[in-house]
C-alpha cells in the first residue's frame, strides 16, 4: 500500500478539521487519500456533495467500507462503539476519537477485535501531541516526574453547548488521565471525586483525586461552565516546581537549586495533524500507534471509575489492568 485510502466518518464541529487533515496529509510524508465522507444527516450531505465533487458522500459505512483502508470516526460518543466494531469487523484500521467508547467493556472488546484481524486502532487523545511533554520526558525537567508529588491539573472552559451526550469527564477530564499514565508511567491505585450538574443532565465540573503507589496526588478538575478558559498542569515535589500552561504554550520551573525560574514558550503543534502521520506511519510502516487502543481502554476504565467514586462518594479501589 503506497497511499492510504480513508473515509471520515462524522462531519461535524471535529469531523471538518478531521477531512482537513486526511488531505494535508496527502503530500506528506504520511500519504493518505481522502476517499469517501460518511455523515447521518441529509441536508450536511447535499452541502458535501457540493464541496467536494470528487469525494464520495454516502450515510452508511457499509457504502464505502470496500474502497477505503481505514475510517476516522468522528461521530458524537455513543456511536463510537458500534461504527469502530462494523470498520473493525470489515479488516480495515481506525482512527477513533476520544473517548475511544463509553464503557470499558466495550473497549475491551473493540482491543481484542483490532487485534484479531491484524490492524492499527488509533485512539484520539491529542493533548498527547504538546510539544512539551516530549521536552519534559526527554529533558532535564523529567526528574519533576519521578518519586512523589503533588499535581495538579485544571481543564476547564465557558459552555459551549458542545458534546453535552456525555458527562465532562469523558469529554474533557480523560485527557488528563491519559496524561497522567502517559507522564508518569504508572498505574494509579485509588481516586476519590466530587460532581455536580450545573447546565446538562450529567456532570458538567467534576474534581478528583488520582493517587499512585509512588506518592504522587493528582488534583484534577475538568469543567465546562467556567468563567474562563483554564487548561494548566503543576506538579511540586522535591525537584522543584514545574509548571505548564497548555492554553498559552508556557513552561515554568522552579528547581530545588535554583534561584530563578526557567521560563520556555514552546511551539504550538498542529495536534491533529501530528495524530495523522502517527496514524498513516502506523499503518504504511507497521508501527505502533501513539496512542494504541490498550492506551484509548485505560483511559475509559479511569473514567468509569471517577464516574463511580462521585456517584458512591466513596474512595474507589483500582484494578491493576
Ligand atoms: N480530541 C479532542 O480534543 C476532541 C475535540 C472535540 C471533539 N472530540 C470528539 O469528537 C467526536 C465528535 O465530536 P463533535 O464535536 O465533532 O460532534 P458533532 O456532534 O459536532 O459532530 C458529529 C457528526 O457525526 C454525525 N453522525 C452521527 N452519527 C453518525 C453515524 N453513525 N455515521 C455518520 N455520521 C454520524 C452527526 O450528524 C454530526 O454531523 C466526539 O466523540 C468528541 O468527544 C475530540
Redesign the pocket.
Known sequence: MERVRVAV???????KWHVEKVQKCSTADAPSELVAI????AE?RDRLKVQFPRIKIV???KDIIDEVDACII????S??Y??AKEVLQKGKHVFC???MTTTYEEAQELTKLAQQKGVVFHV????RFHLVWEQIKKGPYSQALRGPAWVRIDRAAPFKG??TD?DVV??LMI?DLDLLLYLFDEWPVTVEAIGYKIRTKSYDFVSSTVTFASGKKCFLTAGRNHVEEVRKFDIQGPHGHLQVDMHNCRLKFFGASHSVSDVLDYQKRDHLLEEHRSFYQAILGHTPPTVSAVDGARAVYLVDQVLKAVETGQVVSLAKL
Open positions: 466518518i462524522g462531519y461535524g464541529f471535529l469531523g460518511v455523515e447521518v444527516s450536511m450515510a452508511e459505512v468522528v461521530t458524537p460518543t456511536y463510537h458500534p461504527v476519537e476520544k473517548p484520539g487523545h491529542s493533548e458542545r458534546a456525555v469523558r469529554d485527557h
